[in-house]
C-alpha cells in the first residue's frame, strides 16, 4: 500500500475540478458556432482543429464571462491574460495540445461558501478550450472502439479548482449547485445547450489519503451518487487488502460505477509551455471597473436583502434566491403583494405544483400576472386557500385569466354570515355525536363538523370562519 501523508483531519477528503462551457455565441479561438448543425464534424475550421499554420484569435466576451465568474468567486485576478500549451496525445485533440492556462491563471485564491455556511477555498479560475466528444458505442467499458466529434473542440470552458476543503459527497454537490446558481446570475451558462462537469479528486483516511481522480461527472446529482459509490470502493479495496495507488478513473453512470483509466499524471508529465501563437494581454483595472459595475446581484446578496427588507425567513430567502428565474418571479411578485405571502405560495405552492408536473422554470408558460392575480385573492380572502391551490394546479398546465375563471366557477368566498350560520346549524344537526364529543373535551371532533360545512360550501368558506362560527353556535 502506498501512504501519502497529508495535513488531513476528516476521513473523507475531495476537491473538485469543474468545467463549464461558456454560453458565447463562437468558440475560444476561432468563430466557428458553438451551437448549429448537430451533425458530427460539422462546426470545424482549420484553427479548432490545429492545422498547420493556422493562427487562434482569443474571444473577448468569452474574457469577459470568465472575469465576471472569477469575481464573483471572491477571486484575485491575474494582472495579465497568458495561455499555456497542455501537451497530452489523445483522440480528442487533433493538435496533440490544449491551450488552457497554467503558469497565470485569470484568477486566484477565492472562496464559495456552501449553504452550511462553511467557506470552499477556491485553488484557482482559468480559461481553456475543450476538447472534442469521444462516443462509445455501449458504454465505455465495453466499448471496441471510440468516435470522434470535433464539433465540441475549441469551445469556451472555464475551470474552477477547490481546494481539498469538501468532507462528503454531500458537500461537493452543495458546491456544484452554488457553482450553477453563480453561472445562472451571471448569465453566462445555459444549461439547456452549455455542458456542466466536474472530475473529482477523492481520498479517504484508511489509506493514508493516496488521491483518486474520477473524471467526466456531469451535473450536481451525478457528484454526489459518483463520489458515495467511490468512498465505499476505496473503503472495500483497503478491507480486501489490494495495493492502493494514486490513479484516474472514469464515471459510468448508466453502470454506477466508476472504472480505471490510467495511472495518474503529475502536472510535469504535460510539458506546459507558453502557447507562442497568443499574445499576453494586459487586464487593465479600467476595463475590469467595467466588468465588475455591470455584475447583477448574486444568490447571497439577494437572500441577505430578502431577509432585511421583507422580513423573510433565513430559509424561505435562501430557497428563493438559489433559483435565479423563481427570484425573479418573486421580485415582481413581491411589488404587488405581501412578500411574506408571496414567498410562501411561490417556495411551496408553485415548486410543489412544478414538481408534481415534472416541470422546469423553462416549461411554465405563466407569469408574474397569474400568480399577482391569485395570489392577490387569497390576500383579499377571496378564495380560499385550498380553491387557490386547485388553480395554481391548472395554471402550471395552461395559462388563464384567474379572475375570470373564479367568477365562472363561483368560487368566491362566502362572506354572507346569515347563510354561514344557517349552514353550520345544518352542520350541527347532522353531526350529534361530533357535537357532544367536541362538548366533552374533544376539541378535533368539531373538524368533522367544519367538513360538513365545506362541503355544502363546495369549498368557498374559509375553514377557519367556519370554525369560529361553530364555536360561538355551540359554546
Request: glycine letters at 4%.
Amino acid at each position: 500500500m502506498i501512504v501519502t501523508k497529508m495535513a488531513f483531519s476528516t476521513d473523507v477528503v475531495i476537491g473538485l475540478e469543474v468545467h463549464t462551457q461558456l454560453d458565447t455565441k463562437t468558440k475560444l479561438f476561432c468563430s466557428c458556432p458553438t451551437q448549429g448543425d448537430e451533425n458530427p464534424n460539422s462546426r470545424v475550421c482549420p484553427i479548432c482543429l490545429g492545422h498547420p499554420g493556422s493562427k487562434p484569435v482569443v474571444n473577448k466576451k468569452a474574457i469577459e464571462y470568465a472575469v465576471k465568474l472569477a469575481l464573483a468567486l471572491e477571486c484575485t485576478l491575474a494582472p495579465q491574460l497568458v495561455f499555456s500549451r497542455k501537451s497530452y496525445f489523445y483522440p480528442d485533440l487533433a493538435k496533440n495540445y490544449q491551450i488552457t492556462q497554467y503558469e497565470l491563471p485569470l484568477g486566484e485564491e477565492g472562496r464559495l461558501a456552501l449553504d452550511s455556511g462553511k467557506a470552499v477555498g477556491i485553488t484557482r479560475v482559468h480559461l481553456e478550450e475543450d476538447p472534442a466528444a469521444l462516443v462509445h458505442p455501449g458504454s465505455i467499458g465495453s466499448s471496441a472502439f471510440v468516435l470522434v466529434d470535433y464539433n465540441r473542440s475549441g469551445n469556451p470552458l472555464v475551470e474552477i479548482v477547490s481546494k481539498p476543503d469538501l468532507a462528503s459527497p454531500g458537500e461537493a454537490r452543495d458546491f456544484m449547485r452554488q457553482v450553477i446558481t453563480i453561472l445562472q446570475y451571471l448569465e453566462i451558462f445555459n444549461e439547456s445547450r452549455c455542458i456542466i462537469k466536474a472530475d473529482a479528486n477523492v481520498s479517504i483516511k484508511e489509506s493514508g489519503y493516496v488521491r483518486i481522480e474520477v473524471k467526466n461527472i456531469t451535473g450536481f446529482k451525478e457528484i454526489e451518487r459518483s463520489l458515495i459509490y467511490e468512498v465505499a470502493r476505496q473503503k472495500q479495496e483497503l478491507k480486501a487488502g489490494h495495493e492502493f495507488k494514486q490513479e484516474t478513473r472514469a464515471w459510468d453512470s448508466e453502470k454506477g460505477i466508476t472504472l480505471p483509466l490510467r495511472t495518474k499524471e503529475t502536472e510535469e508529465d504535460y510539458g506546459y509551455i507558453i502557447d507562442p501563437d497568443l499574445t499576453v494581454v494586459n487586464i487593465t483595472e479600467e476595463w475590469v471597473k467595467r466588468v465588475k459595475d455591470a455584475m447583477p446581484e448574486l444568490a447571497r446578496e439577494r437572500e441577505q436583502r430578502y431577509i432585511a427588507q421583507h422580513s423573510l425567513s433565513p430559509f424561505d430567502a435562501r430557497v428563493l434566491a438559489q433559483e435565479k428565474k423563481l427570484s425573479d418571479l418573486f421580485e415582481k411578485v413581491a411589488k404587488e403583494i405581501d412578500p411574506v405571502l408571496a414567498a410562501k405560495w411561490l417556495r411551496r405552492e408553485l415548486t410543489r405544483v412544478m414538481n408534481y408536473s415534472k416541470k422546469s422554470f423553462d416549461d411554465l408558460e405563466l407569469d408574474e400576472t397569474h400568480l399577482i392575480d391569485l395570489i392577490g385573492m387569497v390576500e383579499k380572502k377571496e378564495i380560499t386557500e385550498s380553491n387557490a391551490q386547485k388553480i395554481m394546479e391548472l395554471l402550471i398546465e395552461k395559462p388563464f385569466n384567474v379572475r375570470q375563471y373564479v367568477k365562472n366557477q363561483n368560487l368566491k368566498v362566502i362572506s354572507d354570515l346569515d347563510s354561514l350560520e344557517k349552514l353550520c346549524l345544518e352542520a350541527i344537526s347532522e353531526a350529534p355525536q361530533a357535537v357532544e364529543d367536541y362538548k366533552a373535551g374533544n376539541e378535533k371532533s368539531l373538524n368533522f363538523v367544519v367538513g360538513i360545512v365545506m362541503k355544502k360550501t363546495k369549498g368557498q368558506a374559509d375553514p377557519k370562519v367556519v370554525q369560529e362560527a361553530l364555536k360561538k353556535l355551540l359554546d
